[in-house]
C-alpha cells in the first residue's frame, strides 16, 4: 500500500519466524496426539472437550475430531443446559463462517439441533432464517442448499404447515439473482415433485404454462448455461408433468420448445460460428420425446445433430458415436 513502509525481512527476523512457524506445527502435532489418545482410551470429560475445541479451532476440518467432540457432549448431556447447546450453535457458525463448505461442520450443527432440549419450533425457525442468510452470502453452497432442505422438512413436520409454496418462491429469488444457480433449480425439482403429489397446485394449466414460459425465458437468457438446459430436460421429460398434461397440450409445448431452441442456436451459429452443444442435445432429447412417448411421424434431425455434436464436443465422441448407433 502507497504511504506504508514495507516489513524488511533480515536474516534474525526469517529465522524467528521459521522457528515460530515451527513451533506452532509442532503444537499441533502435540495436540493432535493428545485428543487422539484421549479417544482411543474413551475419555469424554470436560478437559478432553476443551481439547477438541482448540484443536478445531486450528483445524475445522477434522471429521474425527467432531466425531470425539459428540461422544463427550452425550456423555456430559446431563450436565448441559440450553446455554451450551446455544454456544455449540454459535461454535459451529464462527467454523462455518470460515469453511462453509466443509460438510462435518454442517454435520455437528444439524445434530446439536436435533439434540437441543425439546428441540423447540422455534430453534428450526431461527435456523431456516440463518440458512438463508448463509445462502445470501454463497447462493450456490451444495452443503447449504442440502441443509436447508433437511430444516424445512423438520419446520413443516413440527409445525403441520407445508413450506413448499414459501420454497418455490425462494428457488425463484435466488435463480433471478444468478441463473446459473444449479442447487437452486434442483431445490426446484424437489418441491415441485413435492407440490404435485401433495396436490397443492390449485390451477395446474397456469403453473405449466407460466413454468414454461419461465424456462424459455433462461434458456434465452443464457443459452450457455448447463443448469437451465438440465432443469428444461428434467421438466419436459422426467417430471410428472407429461403424465398430468393433455396428449396434444404437451405435443404443442415439445414443438414450440424445438422452435426456441433452433432459434437459440441459429443466433449462437451465426454469432460465433459454432453450434450450441447444449441446444442440439436437447433437440435430440425432445425428438426422442416426440417419436418414442408421442408416437408422432416426424422427420428426424437427431443423426444431423449428433454429426455436428462430434465436431464441437470430441471429447464426448464415443458417446455421440453409441447415439448415432441406436438411432
Given at each position: 500500500?502507497?504511504g ?5 525481512w533480515?536474516?534474525e527476523?526469517?529465522r524467528k ?21 484421549s ?13 477438541t ?16 467432540r459428540?461422544?463427550?457432549i ?13 454456544s455449540?450453535l454459535n461454535?459451529?457458525?464462527e ?7 466443509v460438510y462435518?461442520i ?14 423447540p419450533l422455534?430453534?428450526?425457525?431461527k435456523?431456516l432464517?440463518?440458512?438463508s442468510k ?11 442448499w442440502?441443509y436447508?432442505r ?5 419446520v413443516?413436520?413440527?409445525?403441520g ?6 420454497e418455490?418462491e ?5 435463480i ?14 424437489t ?20 413454468e ?9 437468457t443464457d443459452?450457455?448455461d448447463q443448469s437451465v ?11 410428472a ?6 396428449p ?12 426456441n431452441?433452433v432459434?437459440?442456436?441459429d443466433?449462437e451459429l451465426?454469432?460465433?460460428?459454432k453450434?450450441n452443444g447444449?441446444?442440439l442435445k436437447?433437440?435430440?432429447v425432445?425428438?426422442?420425446i416426440?417419436?418414442e412417448y ?14 455436428k455434436l462430434?465436431?464441437i464436443?470430441?471429447?464426448?465422441k464415443?458417446r455421440?458415436?453409441h447415439?448415432?448407433k441406436n438411432?
Amino acid at each position: 500500500m502507497h504511504g506504508i513502509k514495507r516489513k524488511e525481512w533480515t536474516k534474525e527476523l526469517l529465522r524467528k519466524k521459521r522457528e515460530e512457524e515451527r513451533q506452532k506445527i509442532l503444537d499441533y502435532q502435540q495436540l493432535t496426539n493428545d485428543v487422539l489418545n484421549s479417544k482411543r482410551e474413551r475419555i469424554t470429560d470436560k478437559n478432553a472437550f476443551l481439547k477438541t475445541t482448540k484443536l478445531l479451532d486450528i483445524n475445522p476440518e477434522f471429521n474425527a475430531v467432531w466425531n470425539y467432540r459428540r461422544e463427550i457432549i452425550k456423555t456430559l448431556s446431563l450436565q448441559l443446559d440450553e446455554n451450551f447447546w446455544d454456544s455449540e450453535l454459535n461454535f459451529t457458525m464462527e467454523k462455518l463462517k470460515v469453511r462453509p463448505k466443509v460438510y462435518w461442520i454442517w454435520n455437528h450443527r444439524l445434530w446439536c439441533l436435533q439434540s437441543y432440549p425439546n428441540s423447540p419450533l422455534k430453534i428450526w425457525l431461527k435456523e431456516l432464517a440463518i440458512v438463508s442468510k448463509l445462502l445470501e452470502m454463497d447462493s450456490r453452497n451444495f452443503h447449504g442448499w442440502h441443509y436447508r432442505r433437511f430444516i424445512v422438512k423438520t419446520v413443516e413436520s413440527l409445525s403441520g404447515r407445508s413450506l413448499n409454496s414459501d420454497e418455490f418462491e425462494y428457488t425463484t429469488k435466488k435463480i433471478n439473482q444468478n441463473i446459473s444457480n444449479f442447487s437452486a433449480w434442483f431445490q426446484r425439482t424437489t418441491i415441485i415433485e413435492s407440490m404435485l403429489s401433495k396436490d397443492q397446485i390449485s390451477d395446474m394449466d397456469s403453473f405449466i404454462n407460466n413454468e414454461f414460459e419461465y424456462i424459455k425465458n433462461a434458456i434465452f437468457t443464457d443459452a450457455e448455461d448447463q443448469s437451465v438446459w438440465t432443469y428444461l430436460i428434467w421438466f419436459i421429460k422426467e417430471s410428472a408433468m407429461k403424465n398430468i398434461m393433455e396428449p396434444e397440450l404437451y405435443s404443442n409445448m415439445v414443438k414450440a420448445l424445438i422452435e426456441n431452441i433452433v432459434l437459440i442456436n441459429d443466433d449462437e451459429l451465426s454469432f460465433s460460428g459454432k453450434d450450441n452443444g447444449w441446444c442440439l442435445k436437447t433437440l435430440i432429447v425432445l425428438e426422442s420425446i416426440q417419436k418414442e412417448y408421442l408416437k408422432e411421424d416426424i422427420q428426424s434431425k437427431s443423426q444431423e445433430y449428433l454429426d455436428k455434436l462430434i465436431t464441437i464436443d470430441p471429447l464426448r465422441k464415443n458417446r455421440y458415436l453409441h447415439q448415432l448407433k441406436n438411432l
